[in-house]
């Protein structure tokens, strides 16, 4: 190897050392500040036989201590220690980038979204791409016919910008917005109708659309299955979901049972929403098991992806809609404390560091 190849080798080395140094350091920090909640309002604490199990199995099993703080979280959460936990920041740094690969940041792109999926499920409407706008079967149409063709059906529209997620880059707009000024602000983007959701979300708290988050896998034999499940609820005077102002609660088994508590983002517990009322003991979701098969079914034209987080809902027709697809670091952390460990049998702690 040449001088100047050695040169590159170690200076690349010392570019993913310090990345990793602060990948952990951030998720250290976030888990660190959810187990001081946790602790102090949702009586429940960490104790010292609990730290020692949780810090032993991140060196030993997983390679590193710096795995440790979302173990602690976990193990708070479900009141003890679980082998076969995946720690987020495991996940992110060194599972997702495996097992999904380079294509795992292509779900971001919300305008390629039914290239690939092509289903009605989704509630697109058009696509604004390279300062062009498109119909849904991909058909340059100009702003005159997009806004006659939505005029007689939709009031108001939801853009989401590409490379957005987690509630980001989303706005909701009227048919008097859409112009060309607008969109050339926000650049590429799928324009999508505002969906009535079901009844029984409309009762836990109205004015955004909740959403369950169906996580399926693709296991060593090429099956695809659910490991996991969670519904997200909107707060009190927003229009649409947002994950660091949201309400979680985990769905329990294949019947699509909710769990007797919901979490808001500081990981403080309730029993009931705490801006409705609405208690989640005894609850089921409705259609939950149509929502599993749909999941499978998508997930099957793209096996090129080992792990997805769906986020659907259900309409008032009872139909199920597919709002967004996610595959570079689907939100493990709350159904592995709430429900897992969700991932046994899959081998993932083979790609611990050496």
Same mark, same amino acid.
């Given at each position: 190897?040449?001088?100047?190849?050695v040169?590159?080798?170690v200076?690349k080395?010392?570019?993913?050392?310090?990345?990793?140094?602060?990948?952990?350091?951030?998720?250290?920090k976030?888990?660190?500040?959810?187990?001081?909640?946790?602790?102090?309002?949702? %009586?429940?604490?960490? =104790?010292?036989r *609990? +730290?020692?199990?949780a810090? $032993?199995?991140?060196?030993?099993?997983?390679?590193?201590?710096?795995?440790?703080?979302?173990?602690?979280?976990?193990?708070?959460?479900k009141?003890?220690?679980?082998?076969?936990?995946?720690?987020?920041?495991?996940?992110?740094?060194?599972?997702?980038?495996?097992?999904?690969?380079?294509?795992?940041?292509?779900?971001?792109?919300?305008?390629?979204?039914n290239?690939?999926?092509?289903t009605?499920?989704?509630?697109?409407?058009?696509y604004?791409?390279?300062?062009?706008?498109?119909?849904?079967?991909l058909?340059?149409?100009s702003?005159?016919?997009?806004?006659?063709?939505?005029?007689?059906?939709?009031r108001?529209?939801?853009?989401k910008?590409?490379? %957005?997620?987690?509630? =980001?880059?989303? *706005? +909701?707009?009227?048919?008097? $917005?859409?112009?060309?000024?607008?969109?050339?602000?926000?650049?590429?983007?799928?324009?999508?109708?505002?969906?009535?959701?079901?009844?029984?979300?409309?009762e836990?708290?109205?004015?955004?659309?909740?959403?369950?988050?169906?996580?399926?896998?693709?296991?060593?034999?090429g099956?695809?299955?659910?490991?996991?499940?969670?519904?997200?609820?909107g707060?009190?005077?927003?229009?649409?979901?947002?994950?660091?102002?949201?309400?979680?609660?985990?769905?329990?088994?294949?019947?699509?049972?909710?769990?007797?508590?919901?979490?808001?983002?500081?990981?403080?517990?309730?029993?009931?929403?705490?801006?409705?009322?609405?208690?989640?003991?005894?609850?089921?979701?409705?259609k939950?098991?149509?929502?599993?098969?749909?999941?499978?079914?998508?997930?099957?034209?793209?096996?090129?992806?080992?792990?997805?987080?769906?986020?659907i809902?259900?309409?008032?027709?009872?139909e199920?809609?597919?709002?967004?697809?996610?595959?570079?670091?689907?939100?493990?952390?709350?159904?592995?404390?709430?429900?897992?460990?969700?991932f046994?049998?899959?081998?993932?702690?083979?790609?611990?560091?050496?």
């Amino acid at each position: 190897m040449t001088i100047k190849g050695v040169i590159r080798n170690v200076g690349k080395k010392a570019l993913n050392s310090a990345h990793s140094y602060f990948y952990d350091a951030d998720h250290k920090k976030e888990a660190m500040k959810a187990v001081h909640v946790i602790q102090e309002y949702n %009586s429940q604490k960490l =104790t010292h036989r *609990s +730290k020692k199990i949780a810090d $032993e199995y991140s060196i030993e099993v997983l390679g590193s201590k710096n795995y440790s703080p979302w173990l602690y979280v976990y193990t708070l959460v479900k009141g003890n220690f679980q082998e076969g936990w995946i720690p987020d920041n495991f996940f992110g740094k060194l599972v997702c980038p495996r097992i999904n690969k380079e294509l795992r940041a292509m779900t971001g792109f919300k305008s390629f979204t039914n290239v690939v999926l092509r289903t009605e499920a989704l509630p697109d409407i058009a696509y604004y791409i390279d300062g062009i706008f498109y119909n849904r079967e991909l058909s340059v149409i100009s702003i005159y016919k997009l806004r006659e063709q939505v005029s007689t059906s939709q009031r108001e529209m939801f853009v989401k910008k590409d490379r %957005s997620g987690r509630g =980001t880059g989303v *706005s +909701k707009i009227t048919v008097e $917005e859409l112009t060309e000024d607008k969109f050339q602000r926000i650049g590429n983007c799928v324009i999508q109708s505002s969906i009535k959701q079901h009844e029984f979300f409309e009762e836990i708290i109205p004015g955004s659309v909740a959403t369950v988050r169906i996580t399926t896998i693709k296991d060593k034999s090429g099956r695809i299955d659910l490991r996991a499940a969670y519904l997200r609820l909107g707060r009190k005077d927003t229009s649409w979901v947002q994950s660091d102002n949201s309400v979680r609660v985990a769905i329990i088994n294949d019947s699509g049972d909710m769990d007797s508590f919901g979490y808001t983002q500081d990981w403080r517990r309730w029993l009931s929403h705490p801006d409705s009322g609405f208690s989640f003991e005894n609850r089921r979701i409705p259609k939950f098991k149509e929502a599993i098969g749909a999941c499978i079914e998508l997930h099957n034209k793209v096996p090129h992806f080992t792990i997805i987080g769906w986020d659907i809902t259900v309409g008032d027709n009872e139909e199920i809609k597919i709002m967004e697809w996610n595959s570079d670091h689907c939100d493990i952390k709350f159904s592995e404390a709430s429900t897992g460990p969700c991932f046994l049998g899959l081998d993932w702690e083979k790609y611990r560091e050496n």
